[in-house]
């Protein structure tokens, strides 16, 4: 069973940090890695999506890193801003394309 | 887009009754569709995947004769909590996939935060 394991569980950084949060997965066969955001009572907001097949992807100030072997991936947001606050959450689909694993989420505060 | 919609956003209900949440793609037809609990401050657990015409699928563990899950059209999917007690309070969230595209994405709707007293 595939299990994704996010650190830290929670952050907080003064305004204008880059940062790194980190996403594990026990399972390495997987479709495609995800990264959403979620702010408090909200849906999900998909940021990046990484394809097996890819390493990275990049959006704005946002980058993902998928190393699919080692089972890691590293969402690294530069110049962290106070509206960038939110729970960041990992999620890992499988092979078969049609089952996602989320990770606990890491709860981020970028301070002003 | 691919605009999943949900129904209600939050919902207040008396322990003992029961409360059905609506699941809708707006813009596209979804064959798929699946729903998910989340705890606080904890993340986002699969309960069941829905799919047009046919039974659900439940995740171990979540009680298919609590947790009514109905895919009647290729646009609307229901979430029926029977007899909803406290410790069902949770948010609910569902997502669909579109036949026509990349078959794994998932298209989240707004979630429904279910309060029960």
């Known amino acids: 069973k595939q299990e994704v394991t996010q650190i830290p569980a929670a952050l907080s950084v003064p305004e204008g940090e880059n940062l790194v949060l980190n996403c594990s997965f026990t399972?390495?066969?997987?479709?495609?890695l995800q990264w959403f955001r979620q702010d408090p009572g909200k849906g999900l907001t998909s940021l990046l999506l990484i394809q097996s097949s890819q390493r990275e992807q990049t959006s704005g100030r946002l980058n993902a890193s998928l190393d699919k072997s080692s089972g890691r991936s590293t969402l690294y947001i530069a110049a962290s801003q106070p509206g960038d606050s939110a729970t960041y959450l990992c999620?890992?689909?499988?092979?078969?394309?049609?089952?996602?694993?989320f990770g606990g989420g890491t709860r981020l505060m970028v301070k002003p | 887009g691919a605009v999943v919609s949900q129904h209600p956003s939050w919902v207040i209900c008396k322990s003992g009754t029961s409360v059905k949440i609506e699941c809708r793609s707006l813009?596209?037809?979804?064959?798929?569709m699946f729903w998910y609990r989340q705890f606080p401050k904890q993340s986002l657990m699969l309960m069941a995947t829905s799919n047009e015409g046919s039974k659900a699928t439940y995740e171990q563990g979540v009680e298919k004769d609590k947790f009514l899950i109905n895919h009647a059209s290729l646009t609307l999917s229901t979430l029926t909590v029977t007899s909803a007690h406290p410790e069902d309070s949770s948010f609910y969230i569902c997502?669909?996939?579109?036949?026509?595209?990349?078959?794994?994405?998932?298209?989240f709707g707004a979630g429904t935060r279910l309060s029960v007293l």
């Open positions: 999620a890992v689909m499988n092979n078969a394309g049609n089952m996602l694993t």
């Open positions: 399972d390495s066969a997987i479709y495609n």
């Open positions: 813009d596209f037809q979804a064959t798929t």
């Open positions: 997502s669909a996939t579109r036949p026509e595209r990349a078959k794994n994405i998932q298209y």
